[in-house]
């Protein structure tokens, strides 16, 4: 079993910054997909930026230049660093971890952006 625990979510105005941390424990692989989705109000959940079990590095469109998607492998944690700030990045961002044919999710923390 996995367990992923976000933070760092919260109340931004336009242009700010955040910084989102995932750590995960548990039985983890060596070889795995982790990073960030987020879902807004009615809309589905989306990928936002992650780690490829190569080692490569996704990002969706609309946050490429913005944002950037780090990783600690010493403490299992996964950052992601939001720059410029847009209201259409409001919504709740999920930790997402894939090994071993399974999916992980965490809790989810809320991320607004007001202008």
């Known amino acids: ?12 105005q ?3 910054s955040l910084r989102l941390s995932c750590t995960a424990s548990g039985s983890l692989s060596s070889i795995n997909v982790m990073g960030w989705y987020r879902q807004a109000p009615g809309n589905q959940r989306e990928l936002v930026a992650r780690f490829t079990s190569g080692g490569n590095i996704n990002y969706a469109d609309s946050v490429k230049g913005r944002f950037t998607i780090s990783r600690d492998n010493a403490k299992n944690t996964v950052y992601l660093q939001m720059n410029s ?3 259409e990045d409001t919504a709740v961002y999920y930790c997402h971890l894939a090994q071993r044919v399974r999916v992980y999710w965490g809790q989810g923390t809320q991320v607004t952006v007001s202008s």
Do not use: A, Y
């Open 14 to 16: 336009v242009g700010g």
């Open 85 to 87: 700030l847009k209201p």
């Open 1 to 12: 079993q996995v367990q992923l625990v976000e933070s760092g979510g919260g109340l931004v």
